[in-house]
């Protein structure tokens, strides 16, 4: 028997980083989920076709999707950004250890070993790549769909600017960008739920709660001064980077507090995991 | 039994104290260990001493502690107190060097039901930072293989009968070369024959030079193959020590049933067996070294109507019986 090696490889947590991804986007349940985040798209495509657009009325990138096929991504996004991106982020994060803990895998990650610390970095980065993954499917659908069915070319931005074809591709995906990590920092505060309970579902229904209640909050004028604080707050920008020039306003705090929500939350899961008494 | 401790001969090995001081000579160390949920004391003041090479039985009743043991050796859980030692490193401090030496099965199986069991290895192969993606399809197919499940590799893990899932996790404990096993209930759930393969597989392994950790409430399914005993009764480690030791090896007891006990005893004590006791219809005594043979043909030929004669080895089942009380009931 040979003596085993004791030197840990440098590409191993890219290797066990693509075992994560290959394990979330391999599994039936979330394919049927990426499946749903596509339909909307297809389904915005199809019916502004069929009804002929109808200038005026419905949400603003809705009216101009008979002008310009890029804008079914960004009508796509507006709607899926209430419920159906955050509970897909919900669905994945939430899972992430108290899935493989429900399951009683996490005990033999961990005696593999995996560090902690590396266990949670490697599934943070696999909700991280799979926030980006789900909204740029929705994105790129929307885009295939709306230069089928409605063309490209030019985009008259709602500031009355006319950006080229190219600008235009790369101002939605800037959107697309803008509105994943919001996303992200939402799957930061999923998987700290996820290191509190052995119930994955349990998890991923405290988020989609948790990300809903915000949304409410919101909306209430009395808690205005709670506003600015509130992790949903700023993801709606996302429509600035359409104008010209971009307001970077809401966008730039959008990130900025994207980015301490990240740090805080992986604070605490990482508080709450690292001793934590494994006994599922 | 002539079992004997196999001790390996040094091996390269990383951690400080290597060579120095009896720890080194131990896979397994613990001093103290306690852990308490609670006012629950689950694990009370153990203190394990698995020597290299041994093919440890650690045996207690259902919830008599040794899964949890099992868990703070493979840091999963905090001991409340006490120290632990893994391959001559301190744990939890050392487990980034000491687990990847260690393959272990915990608890009964678990795996992802939706992937195949080839699969399923591979994930956690991929977990493992010191093994070597070019080899990992060889290693997984050769730990299938071993367990005898290569013809099953594809099929999904829920497809799995419990006594392929239980292979399953005996393979994943088995993806590289280890030092090291921590076997909780390996035969939970196996029929006759994977029990036997099961037992044949340790003996293969400590062969080789691997130290076994084999933990059971059923110590009929591990006596064979253990060099090594510890018994847990409520938490505490209430015996330890070499099988053969315990098992009272070398101190058979002889009984005699006989019409004339009073004179098979002095028969006894003329052939040099001490402790000789005289019941009604029977006599006994501690063997020793003197040939059974001998004892009977001494007494027949004092004219001892000898109506039975029995040698008594006091076997560990006997031990565990007086060591945990009433046979292996769960504890409290």
Redesign the interface.
């Known amino acids: 028997?040979?003596?085993?090696?004791?030197?840990?490889?440098r590409?191993?947590?890219a290797?066990?980083l693509?075992?994560e991804l290959w394990?979330i986007f391999g599994?039936?349940r979330n394919q049927a989920g990426l499946l749903v985040l596509m339909a909307v798209p297809i389904l915005v495509a199809v019916a502004v076709r069929l009804t002929g657009g109808g200038h005026g009325d419905g949400p603003d990138f809705f009216s101009s999707i008979t002008d310009n096929g890029l804008f079914v991504a960004l009508a796509a996004l507006t709607l899926e950004l209430p419920l159906f991106l955050p509970l897909a982020v919900a669905a994945i994060s939430g899972d992430a250890i108290a899935g493989e803990a429900n399951?009683?895998?996490l005990?033999?990650?961990?005696?593999?070993?995996?560090?902690r610390t590396r266990l949670l970095a490697v599934k943070y980065l696999a909700i991280v790549v799979f926030s980006f993954a789900a909204t740029l499917l929705v994105t790129l659908t929307g885009i295939v769909m709306g230069l089928a069915l409605f063309g490209g070319g030019s985009m008259t931005l709602f500031s009355g600017t006319e950006i080229g074809f190219g600008e235009a591709v790369g101002r939605v995906l800037m959107a697309t960008a803008y509105l994943s990590v919001g996303f992200a920092s939402l799957g930061a505060v999923g998987i700290f739920v996820s290191t509190l309970t052995e119930q994955p579902i349990g998890a991923t229904i405290a988020v989609v709660i948790y990300c809903v209640a915000n949304f409410i909050i919101d909306t209430i004028p009395q808690l205005g001064w709670l506003h600015p604080y509130l992790i949903t707050h700023y993801w709606t920008s996302f429509g600035d980077l359409l104008r010209s020039p971009i307001a970077w306003d809401g966008v730039g705090s959008g990130l900025f507090l994207a980015a301490v929500y990240i740090l805080v939350f992986w604070c605490a899961s990482w508080a709450r995991f690292a001793?934590k008494?494994?006994?599922s | 039994m002539t079992q004997s401790v196999r001790l390996r001969p040094d091996r390269p090995s990383p951690g400080p104290g290597h060579g120095a001081g009896t720890t080194s000579d131990l896979a397994i160390a613990t001093e103290g260990l306690t852990k308490r949920f609670g006012h629950q004391t689950a694990v009370d003041t153990i203190a394990l001493r698995v020597p290299r090479g041994a093919v440890y039985g650690f045996l207690g009743p259902n919830g008599s502690g040794k899964t949890t043991t099992i868990r703070m050796l493979l840091s999963l859980v905090t001991p409340t107190a006490g120290s632990i030692e893994i391959l001559g490193l301190p744990m939890p401090r050392g487990a980034g060097r000491a687990l990847p030496r260690v393959g272990s099965l915990v608890e009964g199986p678990a795996f992802h039901p939706y992937l195949s069991g080839r699969a399923n290895l591979r994930r956690l192969d991929a977990a493992d930072r010191y093994a070597d993606p070019a080899t990992a399809d060889r290693r997984i197919d050769a730990a299938l293989d071993r367990v005898g499940l290569l013809a099953a590799a594809k099929k999904h893990y829920r497809a799995y009968s419990l006594g392929m899932r239980q292979r399953l996790a005996i393979a994943a404990a088995l993806l590289a070369p280890r030092d090291l096993l921590v076997l909780d209930e390996p035969t939970n759930g196996l029929d006759p024959q994977g029990t036997r393969e099961v037992r044949s597989l340790i003996s293969t392994l400590a062969t080789d030079g691997t130290t076994v950790l084999v933990s059971s409430h059923l110590l009929s399914e591990v006596e064979q193959v253990c060099s090594h005993v510890g018994v847990m009764h409520v938490g505490r480690l209430v015996a330890q020590g070499r099988a053969a030791d315990l098992r009272g090896d070398g101190d058979p007891r002889v009984r005699v049933d006989t019409a004339q006990p009073e004179d098979a005893a002095r028969v006894l004590r003329e052939k040099g067996l001490a402790e000789v006791t005289v019941g009604i219809g029977r006599a006994g005594g501690v063997l020793g070294v003197v040939p059974a043979e001998e004892v009977v043909a001494a007494l027949v030929h004092a004219g001892v109507p000898v109506q039975g004669f029995v040698v008594d080895r006091p076997s560990l089942e006997d031990l565990f019986v007086s060591l945990t009380g009433e046979g292996f009931d769960v504890s409290g």
Request: proline fraction near 6%; aromatic fraction near 6%.
């Open positions: 028997m040979s003596v085993v090696e004791l030197s840990p490889r590409t191993a947590s290797r066990f693509r075992s394990l599994r039936r399951l009683g895998t005990r033999y990650l961990l005696a593999v070993p995996v560090q001793g008494d494994v006994t």
